[in-house]
């Protein structure tokens, strides 16, 4: 080999540098962000911020002359609310669709359903927080009778529909997951297909299919301008999934822009910021603990 | 062999990036060089969120008929425009209030001027429900029981209004909870220091408030009278009742009977001159007269 010039030597460690910051520059975002989020609410968490009325008040008066108050438990009902009916919807047919792709299809039918699955992951929110604006609102006064469509209901079936394709390509990679030998020794005990899924292939990729959930919970959870759109925008706890309701994630994206930079009020939607954060943090972080369960074993 | 194999891509990248860099740099340059040969005169303009659309309007229709004055507009609020004025960061302040005593104290104590003021229009909020709704007019304690914290109306039935079976209930459709149209609506219906009820539905925008109404036959809202659509039909407003009831419209905005409209302001700092009155001038003429009214908002009486 020939001798090596010094520049060569130089421009390869810097490559490698470079290629190096790529890699990491996700963990430094990460915390970067998580910093910077923490930095503009800190100074109202630590002086007169009332954490006890933040999360057992429904009383959300940002902007009150006589009585400020920032309750927030009403905001965080309404996004468990949305959350859990949009996992209702979605964990059956998510799930149902990935063990059709993995199991049921010919090679043909599989690459078709994928695509059309990975299309309907690509509709951007804001679309469709339109189509719960205008399509499932009328719809929903029409076939309920609920008094207003911008609701739960409304809210969570569009929330389903963004979070089946992530509950449907994780799911299916799960169900791939399992080795052949388990289909193959189930089918030799002369089992049904119904018994080979329910008994052998669902325990079997358990942890894979639960982290799909988490998934699906996190995109749910975090989901803004949808949501914003289409579930009536009101501080309220839900009583029915007919009532309207205001989720975190809306509160945040209504209110920042006009908040005066640096006062309560800012600070206060980034401390609700900072709840989220937590909140995906921890979903995610169990998502990816029970994967890593899988690939252990 | 190989060690040269490697750095082929890195070195030729290395040459490329510092020349690309200059490059962009030259063109930032020429571009910079270019925008200082037309030496625009700049008038800084902020204040209301309110006013911000017609401001913009305003702005952007002048740059027009003066192409030599760039008018630079931005929002904040009536407070943060007046303030601006008065440590002469602006030139001109929208304020959808008049300017108040101690505001105009500090300007004085600032720089010897007082604010100079201009009514440039008006802004009338319409109330508005569905177009089948049966209900004609509403009074402003009715619509503070409605609206109001503590406030007992919450079905259709309680202000004598028979709504078909199951749509009694009244859906409030009302603002984000900063916006100038809200804080206006709130002092104008329940008075300094009292809030709104929780539970309504608040919209992001004038328009968004107006075509939700149009899709929920339950619902009442209030916005810009310049926001209304063929679904919707808006109410008549009496003070209380007993009272007549007004429309909201041009007229009964200007000789002040239709109870829920406040004049739209613009302060310069002492008597304006040069290019600053210009603009002014031309936003009182006809021109700038028609650009209000196209924005939502009630143009001043014709002279």
């Known amino acids: 080999m020939q001798h090596r010039r010094r520049t060569e030597v130089i421009t390869e460690v810097a490559i490698e540098w470079l290629i190096r910051l790529c890699g990491i520059s996700a963990i430094v975002f990460v915390f970067g962000i998580f910093y910077f989020v923490f930095r503009e609410g800190s100074s109202y968490f630590f ?6 009325e933040f999360l057992t008040s429904i009383e959300w008066f940002p902007s009150s002359e006589s009585h400020v108050r920032y309750g927030a438990l009403a905001l965080i009902a309404g996004t468990a609310s949305v959350t ?8 059956p047919f998510g799930i149902g ?4 792709i993995s199991e049921f299809c010919n090679q043909k039918m599989k690459e078709f359903l994928k695509i059309t699955i990975e299309l309907l992951a690509a509709i951007p929110s804001v679309v469709w927080g339109f189509i719960g604006l205008t399509v499932m609102n009328p719809l929903i006064i029409k076939l309920t009778g609920a008094p207003i469509g911008l609701n739960v209901l409304n809210g969570g079936i569009i929330l389903a529909l963004m979070s089946v394709p992530i509950i449907v390509s994780i799911g299916e990679d799960a169900l791939k997951a399992v080795p052949d030998s388990y289909r193959e020794a189930g089918l030799a005990l002369g089992v049904t297909r119904w018994q080979l899924i329910y008994r052998v292939l669902l325990p079997a990729a358990k942890n894979g299919l639960l982290a799909a959930v988490l998934l699906g919970v996190g995109r749910a959870v975090g989901e803004t301008m949808a949501v914003l759109m289409a579930t009536g925008h009101a501080v309220k706890i839900p009583t029915s999934a007919l009532d309207s309701v205001r989720t975190l994630t809306a509160t945040i994206a209504a209110e920042l822009g006009e908040a005066p930079v640096n006062s ?9 910021g900072i709840l989220l954060f937590l909140l995906t943090m921890t979903v995610n972080l169990a998502a990816d603990l029970i994967v890593r369960g899988i690939r252990s074993r | 062999m190989k060690a040269s194999d490697r750095f082929a891509f890195p070195s030729g990248f290395l040459v490329a990036v510092p020349t690309a860099l200059l490059a962009a740099s030259l063109l930032l340059n020429i571009g910079c060089k270019r925008e200082k040969t037309l030496k625009k005169t700049i008038i800084q303009n902020s204040g209301s969120d309110t006013m911000v659309n017609v ?6 229709e002048y740059a027009k008929v003066a192409p030599d004055v760039s008018v630079e507009v931005s929002g ?3 407070g943060t425009g007046i303030a601006a004025l008065i440590n002469g960061t602006v030139d001109i302040a929208n304020c959808s209030r008049r300017v108040e005593p101690k505001e105009t104290e500090a300007a004085k104590k600032n720089s010897g001027k007082e604010p100079y003021e201009f009514m440039v229009g008006f802004d009338a909020l319409a109330i508005y429900v569905h177009k089948n709704n049966p209900i004609e007019q509403i009074t402003l304690e009715q619509l503070a029981d409605i609206y109001g914290e503590n406030g007992n109306v919450t079905k259709w039935s309680q202000i004598g209004v028979q709504m078909p079976a199951g749509a009694d209930e009244i859906i409030r459709i009302s603002r984000q909870s900063n916006s100038g149209t809200y804080f206006y609506f709130r002092e104008a219906v329940l008075g300094k220091g009292r809030d709104l009820k929780l539970g309504s539905r608040d919209m992001n925008g004038s328009k968004d408030v107006v075509e939700l109404i149009s899709k929920t036959p339950g619902a009442m809202g209030y916005s810009g009278m310049g926001y209304a659509i063929s679904e919707v039909k808006k109410l008549k407003v009496a003070k209380k009742k007993g009272d007549p009831a007004y429309e909201a419209n041009v007229e009964n905005t200007l000789n002040h009977t239709y109870p829920i409209a406040r004049p739209l302001f613009m302060y310069t700092l002492g008597t304006p001159a040069g290019v600053v009155k210009t603009y002014m001038d031309w936003v009182h003429s ?4 028609k650009i209000i009214a196209t924005s939502g908002y009630v143009p001043l009486p014709k002279p």
Not at chain 2, 55 to 60: N, P
Not at chain 2, 286 to 289: I, K, L, S, V
């Open chain 1, 47 to 52: 002086h007169g911020f009332n954490i006890k």
């Open chain 1, 84 to 91: 859990l009916l949009a996992m209702l919807i979605a964990v």
């Open chain 1, 97 to 100: 669709a990935a063990i059709f």
């Open chain 1, 264 to 272: 309560e009020h800012y600070q206060v939607l980034f401390i609700i």
């Open chain 2, 55 to 60: 401001a913009q309007a305003w702005a952007e």
């Open chain 2, 76 to 78: 904040g609020g009536s």
């Open chain 2, 286 to 289: 006809e021109a700038g007269q």
